[in-house]
Each structure stands twice: as structure tokens, then as C-alpha cells.
């Protein structure tokens, strides 16, 4: 047996491509973007390495230009889960018990597969699938993915490492166990690097997973599947189960061997789960771990010193950019009276240059939202504004699903801070302003804090140290990731650990070391070198 400590270096963020006019990158993305519109894919389920078909299948349409079918994908129902189970807790002795470099090594290969020969197929799925423009899907299925998987596997490395003190004859050690069970994962549309770190980060720490896919985003996750696969993963490690959501909840959350549950989706959702594991506590074998990163209403707010060019490009930045349907992006903001004149026309001029469409033209910054459902729901807040005697809508507004589910970038200007939009999550192009009096900074701080559930993202904009401080102190817990003269979105694996708590999840930082501990149980073990023999202690002597 080998027993040399090895190590790996602190990783590098993934570098951005441009995909500037002529460069290699675009040309390829471009090339292969035409070759998957008229090469419909045919997705199955992979369960213990084998691939299973039903006859349940669904259709893979580009939200951007609806007609327009990618494929169809195959669709677990309760039979399938239960063989996946079944899969995983197979999977799992050999799995947990591989040495630990060669279990690395499998995700080290993945990033480097998708960063090198899958870089093009991997963009141009989520670009068709997801309706992302080229940027939006390098940092997100390129970049960030990778991220995960290296920086991921450094932080397992590093918790590893990490042993307890010793006394004089003993010899304390901790081993970092998978979990008594199985893993859940259930993965989001906006974000197929979520949908690969939900799934990898506890295969990592030695446990098995059922991964259950966006039915919105299968094509790019299942592409990310066969890259595991082709970098060496075992059979049922990750088991990949497009399904219904009801089915997923009635066959595998309520499993007595499921021991963790990896999700980011909605607060709904979520709450959800935690009401039917705690309905089901008493059939566990061991108290799954739940970890959750959930919904947001995350802000802007300016002080009256804020630098007016750099608050107007992280509104619309912020706001727009893969048409607000990140769980960071910016949906209302707070903006002293001050202010508002010059940077209304910013705003106004700014927007007004954006262009909407089809992800194949690169011009546009913004494209679809993901489905008719998301369209509808948008489509409600904007009548509701528009009808609505304490908001205008001021910018935009307007929407259109004949051809694709577009939503143009829209700004209501709300009289009241209590407004429905500024309160509740609507996960589209959608940014609402409140305007406040310079003198009731401290009253508005606080309605921003208070207004609503959430607390995911939330930036502030000011020039004066003084009022930075402040507001960063009356907005403390209103947002896990809090970001000063920046847009409250964008954070990067390794540099902002990102995550909120209130309504928002339970702030586990992914891409950060606290999230891999949550995969993993801890085993002590004392071990004595001459154990003691004497039952008495030396107190106990007569004198």
C-alpha cells in the first residue's frame, strides 16, 4: 500500500474567455450552437451506470424560440427512484472506502475535460437550453463549474488535514466519514454549475447521490453527468434522475436511508421538504442533513454620496443580466431624493441601448426567461403594477411569447416601500425603485431590513466611509452575501462563499469549505499506547 501524503496546491479561478470577433472560442461556440439546433438529443436516466428509458418523455425546447426542440428526456417514475436507491447504497462501500487521491482525481479530470474538448458543447447546451447569452454560460457551465470541482476538491483535502491535539501516551485522530445514507440533490434551471456542485460536493466527501435535474436544464446537467462518467466515475456514485418533483419527494426524501438533502430552488420547495422530514424523522437511520439555498428579494441601496455611473451599471447589470433569474439579482433599490433626477436618465439611456433575442446573436445582452410558466407569472406583476395607484411603470414593461418568452428589462417606481414588488420574489427582468427622503436614511435602512423574508444579496453604493458603515451595520443579517460599490451579484467560488439565511436557505457557502463539511461525519478514535491498569485513583490513598 502507498502510504505518501499527497497534496494539492490551492486551485485558480477558471480565466473567462471573451469570445471576442474572430478568436477560436467564438468561432467553435458559434459552429456548434448551429450543430445542436438540427441534432436533437435523446436524454436518458443513468441509473448504477446503465442507461434507462421509459416510456415517460418530455420535450427539451429552447426558451428563446419555442419551436425549436433540442430533444426529449426520459422521465423516472417511483419504479426507477427505488432502483436508484438501490444503486447508490450499492455504490457506496467501494465509493467511500477509494483512496482518497483517486477520488479527487476523478473530479480534477472532469474540470479539465469541461474547460478543454467539452468547452463548446458544454456553452452552447446551456446557451440553447437555458437561454444564455455567450458570457452568461462561460461563467456559469464553464468557469464556475469548474471552480467548483477544483476548489472543492482542495477544501476536502485541507478539512482532511485537520486532526486533534495529543497527550503523553495517547493518540488522538479524526476520520471524516460519508454519511449513513444517501444524498438527495435536487438541482435549478439557472445555474448548471449548481446543478454539478450539488451533485459532486457530496460524492466528493465519499457519499452516493441521487441527482434530480431541472426538467428546464436536463440537457446541460446531463452533459455534465457524461463528463463525470468519462473521467472515471463509478457506477452509482451519482445516479441521474429526471422526475417529478412529487414522485422525487413521495419515493426518495421520505427514504429511512436518505441522509442528506443538497437543493437550491424555491423557499416553497424547500419548506417543504423540512415539513415531510420532520413528519418522517422517526424512519431515518440517522438525521439527514438539510441544506438549502432558497429564494431572495436582494437590494441596492445608495446613499446620497453614491457615484451616480456606477450605480446606474450595477442597477441594470444587476437587474437584467440573464434577465434577473439568478438568485442574486438585484429586484428593488432604495434611492435617496438626490439622487433619483439624474440617475432616472441614466437609467432611461442605458436601457434603452439593450438588445433582446436569440442567444446566437451575440449582441444581445439580454434573451428569454425559462418557460411559459415564469412568463405568466412575471406577466401578472406587470399588470398588477400597471393597474396598481402606488407604482408606475417607468421603464419597459412590456412582453411577448409568440416566438419566444420575452420580457423586456422593466422599472417600476414605487410610491410606497411596502409595494408588492418590492417585497415579493418574481425572478425576472423586473427592478423596482423606491425614492426616499435624504433625511430618513436610518427609517429606510430599516424598512429595507424588515420588508421581507429573504436574506440572500444586498449592496450598498456610497462614497462617504462614515454612511458605509452605517449601513452595512443596520443591514447586517439582511444579506449572506453583501456586496459595497459592486452589483449584488457574480460571486465566484473561492472568493465570495455564497449563501443566505432567513428565508434564503441555510447559508452552507457554497464554494467554501462549510459546505463539504456538511457531507461528512466525523469518527474520533483515542487510542492509548499502555493502557492504565489501577482501578484507584491517587487521591483515594489513606493518609
Request: proline share 5%.
Amino acid at each position: 500500500m502507498n502510504n505518501a501524503y499527497f497534496q494539492l496546491k490551492l486551485p485558480e479561478n477558471e480565466p473567462i474567455k471573451g469570445y471576442m470577433p474572430g478568436s477560436p472560442e467564438r468561432f467553435a461556440l458559434k459552429a456548434e450552437l448551429e450543430r445542436q439546433l438540427v441534432n436533437p438529443v435523446e436524454v436518458p436516466i443513468i441509473i448504477g451506470g446503465k442507461e434507462i428509458r421509459t416510456e415517460n418523455k418530455e420535450k427539451m425546447i429552447c426558451p428563446h424560440d419555442h419551436q425549436k426542440v433540442l430533444g426529449q428526456y426520459y422521465v423516472a417514475g417511483e419504479k426507477e427512484l427505488l432502483m436508484a436507491i438501490e444503486a447508490a447504497e450499492a455504490a457506496k462501500e467501494e465509493w467511500e472506502n477509494m483512496p482518497w487521491e483517486h477520488r479527487a482525481t476523478i473530479f480534477l479530470k472532469a474540470a479539465d475535460l469541461l474547460t478543454g474538448k467539452y468547452r463548446a458543447k458544454l456553452s452552447a447546451s446551456c446557451m440553447l437550453g437555458q437561454s444564455k447569452n455567450p458570457f452568461q454560460a462561460e461563467i456559469d457551465v464553464i468557469c464556475e463549474l469548474a471552480d467548483f470541482l477544483r476548489f472543492n476538491t482542495y477544501y476536502v483535502q485541507e478539512i482532511y488535514k485537520q486532526q486533534p491535539n495529543n497527550s503523553s501516551g495517547i493518540w488522538n485522530r479524526v476520520e471524516y466519514r460519508a454519511l449513513d445514507g444517501f444524498v438527495a440533490a435536487i438541482t435549478p434551471f439557472n445555474f448548471t454549475a449548481i446543478g454539478g456542485n450539488l451533485a459532486t460536493a457530496p460524492a466528493m466527501a465519499g457519499n452516493t447521490v441521487l441527482w434530480k435535474p431541472s426538467s428546464t436544464s436536463v440537457l446541460s446537467n446531463y452533459y455534465v453527468m457524461q463528463i463525470l462518467i468519462e473521467a472515471g466515475l463509478p457506477a452509482g456514485v451519482i445516479n441521474f434522475v429526471p422526475c417529478r418533483g412529487v414522485d422525487f419527494g413521495k419515493v426518495v426524501v421520505s427514504h429511512p436511508k436518505m441522509a442528506g438533502f443538497h437543493f437550491t430552488g424555491s423557499t416553497s420547495v424547500f419548506n417543504n421538504i423540512w415539513n415531510q422530514v420532520g413528519g418522517n424523522i422517526v424512519k431515518y437511520v440517522t438525521y439527514p442533513r438539510l441544506v438549502g439555498e432558497t429564494g431572495g428579494k436582494d437590494f441596492i441601496f445608495a446613499h446620497e454620496s453614491a457615484d451616480i455611473e456606477a450605480l446606474t451599471c450595477a442597477i441594470v447589470l444587476g437587474s437584467f443580466e440573464y434577465q434577473g433569474q439568478k438568485c442574486s439579482a438585484a429586484s428593488r433599490a432604495y434611492i435617496p431624493e438626490s439622487l433619483w433626477g439624474d440617475l432616472k436618465r441614466r437609467l432611461e439611456e442605458e436601457i434603452s441601448k439593450i438588445k433582446m433575442g436569440d442567444v446566437r446573436d451575440f449582441t444581445n445582452l439580454v434573451n428569454a426567461v425559462i418557460d411559459q410558466k415564469s412568463f405568466r407569472n412575471i406577466q401578472s406583476y406587470l399588470d398588477y403594477a400597471k393597474e396598481s395607484k402606488d407604482a408606475d411603470i417607468i421603464i419597459g414593461g412590456g412582453s411577448d411569447d409568440s416566438v419566444g418568452y420575452f420580457v423586456e428589462p422593466t422599472i417600476i417606481l414605487a410610491k410606497t416601500p411596502a409595494f408588492k414588488t418590492m417585497v415579493e420574489e418574481i425572478f425576472g427582468p423586473v427592478m423596482t425603485i423606491y425614492v426616499y427622503p435624504n433625511d430618513k436614511l436610518e427609517e429606510t435602512l430599516k424598512e429595507c431590513d424588515t420588508a421581507t423574508t429573504y436574506g440572500l444579496t444586498g449592496s450598498v453604493f456610497a462614497q462617504d466611509r462614515a454612511a458605509i458603515i452605517k449601513m452595512a451595520k443596520a443591514l447586517d443579517h439582511a444579506a449572506g452575501n453583501f456586496y459595497i460599490n459592486d452589483k449584488p451579484t457574480g460571486a465566484v467560488v473561492g472568493q465570495q462563499p455564497f449563501g443566505g439565511s432567513r428565508g434564503s436557505g441555510t447559508n452552507d457557502k457554497a464554494g467554501s469549505a462549510i459546505n463539504l463539511y456538511r457531507w461528512m461525519s466525523q469518527r474520533t478514535i483515542k487510542e492509548t499506547f499502555v493502557p492504565r491498569t489501577v482501578i484507584n485513583y491517587p487521591y483515594m490513598e489513606e493518609e
